[in-house]
Nanobody, 113 residues
Framework: QVQLVQSGGGLVQAGGSLRLSCAASGSIIDYMTWHRQAPGQQRELVAELDAGGSTYYADSVKGRFTISRDNAKNTVYLQMNNLKPEDNAVYYC?????????WGQGTQVTVSS
């Protein structure tokens, strides 16, 4: 059974930084995505890290967010710098294993202006 447990997030002032963690158990994770969902909006893809180390970022976070992986800890991180009020959302990590999606529990990020 694959489980993703998120940590990090919270309240930060605009311009500040936060780091989200997504620790996996039950399987080695080599592919991970981070998504976010703001109130009243659809969930959107924020960042992706594939098995080869290639990354993708949504235009809205490019240059500010960094996705990375610690293989020894089987954990993926999302470093968020220069946060803006429009980054307010619940953030979710997600992986896909054998065509099944596994989601983290979600963590709130609140950026005050």
């Amino acid at each position: 059974q694959v489980q993703l447990v998120q940590s990090g997030g919270g309240l930060v002032q605009a311009g500040g930084s936060l780091r989200l963690s997504c620790a996996a158990s039950g399987s080695i994770i080599d592919y991970m995505t981070w998504h976010r969902q703001a109130p009243g909006q659809q969930r959107e893809l924020v960042a992706e890290l594939d098995a080869g180390g290639s990354t993708y970022y949504a235009d809205s976070v490019k240059g500010r967010f960094t996705i990375s992986r610690d293989n020894a800890k089987n954990t993926v991180y999302l470093q968020m710098n220069n946060l803006k009020p429009e980054d307010n959302a619940v953030y979710y990590c997600k992986t896909e294993i054998r065509r099944s999606d596994f989601w983290g529990q979600g963590t709130q990020v609140t950026v005050s202006s």
